[in-house]
T-cell receptor, first 113, second 112 residues
């Protein structure tokens, strides 16, 4: 079946460095993509989203890049801070609608001081 | 705080118990959701309500029974669960369907 997955289960970076978290998706019909951050003991928190008619979208210290040719999504975090340590999930609407999101398993980002 | 409150935060129950999870949102949203998050598995959508009407029942066993008495409250009634049902149960809300989800902190459920 269709699925959203992640290339790396864990990522460790130094404070101040840039982080890149990758995600592969398999449904070429996916139109909407979203990144969530989940800190320990908390629920997922929205970070940024992008639609398939865009290649790039920027937020505060975060950028999402979408490459539809290879069905690849990435989240870039600039000047990573200890507070960025969390599990990051990508999701898409391959379930058929925005509310039926298909989530990846997550990447654990650890920021070393 | 996200505006979505779940209680209890932790729950341990036997397989013959009946318990309920509660979710309350203070955001004025019209849609509410239950998700299951198991270790090393992706988030799984269980139920979706829009304006108190169930719009999705994602092949969830009948031992899980949702209830949405109004647009601010959502319950998940649990009955004769199995150990494999142990997981983090997350509630979410959104202004309407197809809009951004706001998650609660979840109820960590352990079934013995």
């Amino acid at each position: 079946g269709e699925s959203v997955g992640l290339h790396l289960p864990t990522l460790s970076v130094q404070e101040g460095d840039n982080s890149i978290i990758n995600c592969a998706y398999s449904n070429s019909a996916s139109d909407y993509f979203i990144w969530y951050k989940q800190e320990s003991g908390k629920g997922p928190q929205f970070i940024i989203d992008i639609r398939s008619n865009m290649d790039k979208r920027q937020g505060q210290r975060v950028t999402v890049l979408l490459n539809k040719t290879v069905k690849h999504l990435s989240l870039q975090i600039a000047a990573t801070q200890p507070g960025d340590s969390a599990v990051y999930f990508c999701a898409d609407d391959s379930g058929g609608s925005n509310y039926k999101l298909t989530f990846g398993k997550g990447t654990l980002l650890t920021v070393n001081p | 705080e996200t505006g979505v409150t779940q209680t209890p935060r932790h729950l341990v129950m036997g397989m013959t118990n009946k318990k309920s999870l509660k979710c309350e949102q203070h955001l004025g949203h019209n849609a509410m959701y239950w998700y299951k998050q198991s270790a090393k598995k992706p988030l799984e959508l269980m139920f979706v309500y829009s304006l108190e009407e169930r719009v999705e029942n994602n092949s969830v066993p009948s031992r899980f029974s949702p209830e949405c008495p109004n647009s601010s409250h959502l319950f998940l009634h649990l009955h004769t669960l199995q150990p494999e049902d142990s997981a983090l149960y997350l509630c979410a809300s959104s202004p309407d369907l197809n809009e951004k989800l706001f998650f609660g902190s979840g109820t960590q459920l352990s079934v013995l």
